[in-house]
């Protein structure tokens, strides 16, 4: 489930930068954290977000070489 979940959730689009896109997708999910009541779905938005801010990371560090 949690790979179907994470596969759904990572299928997209986008123009400009990665990292600004990661970052607001990881808005996103602290905002919809923040009602979330079940412990699960709780567990996997934090797992994701930990997934995020490392691909956020890494793609900033790529923009840079870039010259973005």
Same mark, same amino acid.
């Given at each position: 489930? !949690?790979?179907?979940?994470?596969?759904?959730?990572?299928?997209?689009?986008?123009?400009?930068?990665?990292?600004?896109?990661? #970052?607001?997708?990881? #808005?996103?999910?602290?905002?919809?954290?923040?009602?979330?009541?079940?412990?699960?779905?709780? !567990?996997?938005?934090? #797992?994701?977000?930990?997934?995020?801010?490392?691909?956020?990371?890494?793609?900033?560090?790529?923009?840079?070489?870039?010259?973005?």
């Amino acid at each position: 489930m !949690r790979r179907t979940l994470t596969a759904n959730f990572s299928a997209e689009g986008w123009v400009g930068p990665e990292s600004l896109h990661l #970052q607001n997708k990881e #808005q996103e999910l602290l905002n919809f954290l923040e009602e979330e009541e079940n412990e699960n779905v709780r !567990r996997w938005i934090n #797992q994701y977000v930990s997934e995020i801010e490392e691909r956020v990371e890494s793609a900033r560090i790529a923009e840079e070489r870039e010259d973005f």
